[in-house]
């Protein structure tokens, strides 16, 4: 009995805790594990996640709205796009729970001005908490009222790149993201994009204190939205998925979001924006949408956002156009540089995997992840950089800017400015 409970004991000390990959003994196993690392990278796994403090996902759940946010104060601010009437089932849901609400619209990308008006607003409208219901833009201009609310000073001052940088100390309002598009993936980020055209600038507010309480994704609630905005929008959450995807920074759960999100977003984007109705496509890509947001709060960007943020502050441009007419140009450039510099690396590894994802072809190769991207380019019409006034000229400019974005870090690759420029002129 003895001996069988050492033979035992000695059969679960060799045991492994993952079960060794077909066809390898434990020690091979055991060996490329070390090589690796825990995550597959040849590092070990050390990783900080956070995102909104709930989730709500599915259709109909915007009925829930109303109740959740009445739960957080009596006065309201509620954000809103450009069409207010679109927000209306919400403001008389809310009115009929008794809340004193104020409606503020944000038309365009949100500006420093446009902030600090709402920001006035809510402030004299005496605001206990914000409610949050459009695209990225109407988003993030709630999440800096959220945190400006509660810490007072000069808005500038807490800007990364052209402010001091300055950390906000307090939690922000409470708040409320509903997102209607399916792109920004801004119900659970945490920072608010902020144009400063005075300083031809497009920079961050960037804080924990920004996620929300509470995200509602409500597929039903992008069944309007016209092709051209679906191309686009669908366009930006494949971008955030792929970079974070290939992110220096990322890690198993953003790694796991990523591949849910990416195959999700390639088959529903050409059929949502096909037929709008499909509301199965609507829903794959909210919820591609929505992993893309949280992915890239935890794991970074890319060049493609590295080149997006400051030439939306050049020029008055949809952020997700441009993130999709650079992405083809970004991916086939990283993976010309990893060829050249790291034919062996993790990242070029991972760049093959992702072209698989898009393309569902198990042969594919990473050059033919850039190739998908520049079909769905040209199958939904995303416009040139120069629709929106770039021209060569302004390239050394934007080169030196994007060279300082944060989101640059990220990219799996240090590119040269000779191909930063490159991937500019090819997308102008």
Request: hydrophobic share 45%; net charge positive; glycine share 10%.
């Amino acid at each position: 009995m003895h001996a069988h409970r050492r033979s035992r004991k000695r059969r679960e000390a060799k045991e492994v805790p993952f079960p060794p990959t077909p066809g390898l003994g434990v020690r091979q196993f055991r060996r490329r594990l070390h090589a690796q690392g825990s995550d597959g990278r040849g590092r070990p796994v050390d990783f900080e996640f956070a995102t909104a403090g709930r989730i709500l996902f599915g259709f109909g759940t915007a009925a829930r709205i109303a109740p959740e946010a009445a739960a957080l104060g009596d006065r309201l601010f509620v954000v809103t796009g450009a069409t207010p009437g679109r927000a209306a089932f919400l403001l008389e849901a809310l009115a009929l729970r008794g809340c004193a609400v104020k409606a503020f619209a944000v038309r365009g990308e949100p500006t420093l001005e446009t902030v600090g008006v709402a920001l006035e607003e809510a402030r004299a409208w005496g605001a206990e908490a914000l409610v949050a219901i459009g695209g990225g833009a109407v988003i993030d201009t709630a999440k800096a009222v959220s945190g400006w609310c509660t810490n007072p000073g000069d808005p500038l001052d807490f800007l990364e790149g052209i402010g001091k940088g300055k950390p906000l100390e307090r939690p922000g309002l409470p708040w409320v993201a509903v997102p209607t598009t399916a792109g920004s993936g801004a119900e659970a980020t945490r920072n608010a994009v902020i144009r400063v055209p005075a300083r031809r600038a497009k920079v961050s507010l960037r804080s924990p204190h920004l996620l929300p309480r509470l995200a509602v994704v409500d597929p039903e609630l992008t069944l309007e939205l016209p092709p051209a905005v679906t191309a686009a929008t669908g366009m930006d959450a494949l971008a955030q998925l792929l970079e974070a995807f290939v992110s220096r920074r990322a890690n198993p759960l953003t790694d796991a979001l990523c591949r849910e999100g990416i195959p999700r977003a390639a088959r529903a984007l050409p059929v949502a924006v096909a037929d709008g109705s499909d509301r199965r496509a609507r829903e794959a890509m909210a919820l591609a949408s929505l992993f893309g947001g949280i992915a890239l709060a935890n794991a970074g960007l890319g060049a493609v956002h590295g080149l997006a943020g400051p030439f939306g502050g050049m020029a008055a441009a949809p952020h997700g156009a441009v993130c999709g007419r650079l992405l083809p140009a970004v991916t086939a450039a990283n993976v010309a540089a990893l060829r050249a510099r790291d034919p062996k690396s993790r990242a070029l590894e991972r760049y093959g995997e992702l072209a698989r994802m898009l393309t569902g072809r198990p042969e594919a190769a990473p050059e033919e992840a850039a190739s998908w991207l520049a079909e769905r380019v040209r199958e939904f019409g995303l416009p040139r950089l120069s629709a929106y006034g770039a021209s060569p000229e302004q390239v050394p400019e934007l080169i030196a800017a994007a060279r300082r974005a944060s989101s640059m870090r990220g990219n799996p690759v240090e590119l040269t400015p000779e191909e930063l420029s490159a991937i500019v002129h090819e997308s102008l």
